[in-house]
């Protein structure tokens, strides 16, 4: 067994106890990058030299006694809209061409001090809008499984990283199943965690009352390995909830019997591809014949998810995105007047679909239309939160597609509304505030992964991972 | 000069809005530095200066501060929330404001001016400030620079919005509203509060109409750095309206520059041109909910504010309103309340006050000295012009009335040495004598002035002028 089809966890472990070296485990992925990057375009910079310091230091550390953490020698691949010092952030947008954040982003730190090795910086959709990688300015990312398939999005980059063994970790964030969406679709396991549980510190926000944080990795125990380590209040972040990062991993084995597991009748019928939707039924029985007690649950509100998320997370990121004016940092595109300099610098910066958003929140928010459309979208927000309470008030998790489809052919939905549509499952979770997550179940009739969704309460990240962790058991 | 007087029929409508920084240690939302005159950018941070990927935590102490200046404006604390209001300005590190809109944290209150007129407060809510520009080049004003320069050392300051209501008909109003509101900004000390720096803004919302009718169409005044500046240009801009409605023509609700140089208003901007901020619940911050115990808390912190300082000072002291007015502002009103308390006569202390303690150290001088002082003039042992002098020297080093009179050789005159002062002043000018026997009552002001001539000043001008009207009724008799 390679390096890089090991697990995180065995790494660590290996690295902690001195029988493998944190530099050997990074030449092994450095090695897997070289080879198979040119063709995937998971990163959008490899950061070997500082990857190969900072290995070395944890060595340093193994060698004079000390614990460099729990994720000792672990390579990890930072989506790239999370800020390292020094080192490129771009939101693979032109307009931060240049610009280097003078700070680590909170999960940054956090990894340094769990001794991980971060490897790079992974490509996305356009500041995390898009559900392909085909919104990058620097060109898509290719799903490791069929080349000319996407990888899903925005987070593509970081799960195609792990799928194709780049590293065993990945960060990546989700407004609306960024994480999800394409962990479903290269295979790995993708975690939502619950709004407020990762500080948002140094993410680059796009909605940032939708944005979160989370892990990929190749099993639902490195996940939670990973989201431990990541998780846990910071007085930085005004929303990140304060307690404590929970133990994930003791109770994660303990099996499904007793729970309670409701399959969404909303999000399970129409729209849904039928190989898709047998995956999710597979998983229904699986858990059922381990011991859960699986029943049919409603959400009713989850219907209108999709048309309000895609009124706030827009008109969120019509203010977020105000910044990017040329007068600070990033590119200017010079003229004669600062209006008309914020005006080239926004329009040669910015690519198409983040330009339609902007411009969908601008008018969202706009005198007169408010009501209509931001303030009738928070209060379906409303509706789902409150339909959620009431189906987990039988249930103790909620079952669904991750995606409606598997991986799709590049160009294949150049409709915007059709490739919103990928987004149906994955979004109600993002405006509830509840954590997600996507395990891989199987393949669908084209031979590629499927992705079935693991829904909790707030804060219920320990029982959503147990019945993950069982789900995967099964396959 | 401006003319305050409007023409027959016209009457202004006044409502101010005024910017106050908090004199907190650290900035709104990050732990940069809140100090004014800094080498440039040197206070900021990735928060400061919205930093992608930065977020803002708020600062405790600014909301306390703010909610202090609620309630000493009498002002009602609720549950708020902080919201964005959006607009580009070079400025502005993330292209919007963070404020309240809907959901601001004081809401109606009212504030007295010295005459005791109240002024509705409508809201006063908390937001950060901006950065600043410097127009470089060209012609120094905003459209005619050849490039800006930007310091955001002042970018996250908290401020405070008070946004009063439109209960003002005059610029003098106007002006004691300000100056009121500076008087309680400074006795909660959440502000230095200087109009000159930039720390206390005020905007000005004028409109005229014929009394009785409804409100006209306003226009919104900006940089007004003095109180002199906001009574000008309000005087202006009324002045301005009625002779645009007089010529038949119309006011457009505009935004106006006032400048100082040449007296006048300018357009800024109309409101057809003006922002649609997309205001919407700021989703980096929580709600504010501040309890009854935190709001009772700052209640009781409560120091006394101006306008109960000038009640006390009239109540307990029979002191008329606008001496009382004075006395609160240049801070005496404690000293003159522990005069009298001492005994000493309440008029004289005030008439003091007044007139001869406008120096800044008078705050420091002994209550038990001054009222001493006052007995001494009240007793007859000093003149009026000798009990200035004698205070003037305390003021400056704090020394005792009795030996300072006696160093100075202030002594009274005993009424022998006043009649020969009265015998001399008839010998000097028997003509004068003549006439204010005959009745002439202005002639005395020839024979106080001899008598002070002759002393120095030192006669008691009282005495000399009873003994002299004596001498009169003798003569007459």
């Known amino acids: 067994m390679t390096a890089t089809t090991t697990t995180a966890s065995a790494i660590a472990a290996a690295v902690r106890s001195g029988s493998r070296s944190a530099r050997e485990v990074l030449e092994e992925h450095l090695a897997a990058i070289e080879a198979r990057e040119p063709e995937l375009h998971a990163f959008n910079l490899v950061t070997g030299d500082a990857a190969r310091a900072s290995a070395d230091r944890v060595d340093a550390a193994v060698a004079a006694g000390e614990d460099p953490g729990p994720l000792a020698g672990v390579p990890v691949a930072l989506k790239d809209n999370l800020c390292t010092r020094g080192v490129a952030t771009t939101c693979s947008s032109r307009i931060l061409e240049g610009w280097l954040p003078p700070y680590d982003a909170t999960v940054v730190q956090r990894l340094a001090g769990a001794g991980a090795v971060i490897v790079g910086k992974t490509n996305l959709d356009e500041f995390a809008m898009g559900s392909s990688t085909e919104n990058s300015a620097f060109g898509p990312s290719r799903n490791p499984h069929d080349t000319s398939r996407v990888p899903g999005g925005s987070s593509g980059g970081s799960a195609v990283a792990v799928a194709a063994g780049f590293a065993p970790l990945a960060l990546g964030s989700d407004t609306g199943g960024s994480i999800r969406q394409p962990a479903a679709l290269c295979g790995v396991v993708g975690v939502k965690p619950t709004y407020g549980a990762v500080s948002r510190y140094g993410l680059i926000a796009f909605a940032s009352s939708l944005d979160q944080i989370g892990p990929f990795a190749n099993t639902v125990e490195d996940a939670a390995l990973l989201l431990e380590v990541i998780a846990g209040h910071d007085p930085m972040d005004s929303t990140s909830i304060p307690r404590p990062a929970p133990d994930l991993r003791a109770g994660l084995h303990r099996g499904v019997e007793g729970l309670r597991v409701g399959v969404v009748r909303e999000l399970t019928g129409d729209g849904i591809a039928p190989d898709v939707a047998a995956r999710v039924t597979a998983a229904a029985d699986a858990l059922s014949a381990a011991g859960a007690k699986v029943t049919e649950a409603s959400v009713p509100a989850a219907i209108y998810g999709l048309s309000a998320y895609y009124l706030i997370a827009p008109a969120e990121a019509s203010s977020n995105l105000a910044r990017y004016d040329g007068v600070r940092y990033g590119m200017r595109v010079d003229a004669p007047n600062t209006p008309d300099m914020n005006l080239a610098t926004r329009t040669a910066g910015f690519g198409d679909e983040v330009k339609r958003r902007i411009m969908l929140g601008t008018y969202a928010l706009s005198a007169g239309y408010y009501d209509a459309y931001y303030g009738k979208a928070q209060k379906v927000r409303t509706l789902i939160i409150r339909d959620f309470a009431a189906a987990y008030a039988d249930v103790d998790v909620l079952l669904s597609p991750t995606s409606p489809t598997t991986a799709f052919a590049f160009g294949a939905k150049s409709d915007p509304l059709t490739m919103y549509l990928n987004d149906v499952c994955t979004i109600p979770s993002n405006l509830s505030g509840d954590p997600a997550v996507s395990v891989p179940y199987g393949v669908g009739d084209d031979g590629l992964p499927v992705g079935v969704q693991i829904m909790a309460p707030a804060l219920g990240e320990d029982t959503m991972l147990r019945v993950a962790a069982a789900l995967e058991a099964t396959r | ?477």
């Open chain 2, 1 to 477: 000069m401006s003319d305050a007087t409007l023409p027959d029929g016209w009457e202004m409508v006044v409502g101010l809005e005024v910017h106050c920084e908090l004199s907190t240690a650290t900035k709104l939302f990050c732990g940069c530095a809140n100090r004014f005159g800094g080498e440039p950018n040197t206070q900021v941070c990735p928060v400061c200066l919205g930093l992608p990927g930065s977020l803002p935590v708020l600062n405790d102490a600014a909301v306390t501060f703010a909610m202090r200046l609620g309630r000493a404006l009498h002002c009602e604390v609720r549950p708020s929330v902080f919201a964005r209001k959006n607009y580009f300005y070079p400025d502005m590190p993330k292209d919007y404001q963070v404020s309240q809109f809907d959901q601001p944290t004081n809401v109606e209150g009212w504030l007295e001016l010295p005459d005791g007129m109240r002024c509705g407060i409508e809201r006063a809510h908390i937001e950060e400030d901006t950065g600043k520009s410097t127009h470089v080049g060209g012609g120094g004003r905003i459209h005619e620079a050849g490039y800006s320069l930007v310091d955001y050392n002042r970018a996250g300051v908290p401020l405070v919005e008070i946004v009063g209501k439109p209960d003002l008909s005059t610029s003098e109003q106007a002006r004691q509203y300000v100056a009121e509101l500076r008087a309680i900004i400074l006795a909660i000390d959440v502000s230095d509060a200087k109009m000159e720096e930039g720390s206390m803004r005020v905007d000005a919302n004028v409109s005229v109409r014929h009394p009785g009718e409804e409100l006209g169409t306003r226009c919104e005044i900006k940089n007004l750095n003095s109180l002199r500046s906001l009574g000008r240009a309000i005087d202006y801009e009324a002045r301005r309206q009625i002779d645009l409605i007089d010529a038949g023509d119309r006011v457009i609700q505009q935004t106006r520059h006032w400048d100082e140089a040449d007296g006048r208003t300018h357009t800024l901007r109309s409101k057809e041109e003006a922002d649609d901020y997309r205001y919407f619940a700021e989703p980096d911050l929580v709600p504010l909910d501040p309890s009854a115990e935190v709001v009772a808390a700052i209640d009781a912190a409560m120091p006394p504010l101006p306008a109960d300082r000038r009640a006390a000072l009239v109540q307990t002291a029979g002191v008329a309103g606008p001496i009382a007015a004075i006395a609160v502002e240049r801070d005496l009103d404690g000293l003159a309340l522990a005069a009298i308390g001492a005994g000493a006569s309440a008029d004289r202390v005030m008439t003091h006050i007044e007139h001869n303690l406008s120096d800044d150290a008078a705050r420091d001088l002994d209550p038990e000295r001054f009222a001493a002082l006052v007995t001494m003039e009240t007793g007859g042992e000093l003149t009026a012009t000798q009990a200035k002098q004698v205070l003037a020297e305390m003021v400056e080093t704090g020394g005792d009335p009795s030996e300072i009179a006696a160093a100075r050789g202030f002594e009274a005159m005993d009424t022998g040495a006043i009649e020969s002062l009265v015998d001399e002043a008839i010998a000097a000018d028997p003509a004068a004598w003549e006439k204010f026997v005959g009745g002439d009552d202005k002639v005395a002001g020839a024979f106080v002035g001899y008598a002070m001539k002759a002393t120095k000043g030192q006669a008691d001008g009282k005495a000399f002028t009873a003994l002299l009207r004596e001498r009169r009724a003798a003569t007459g008799s």
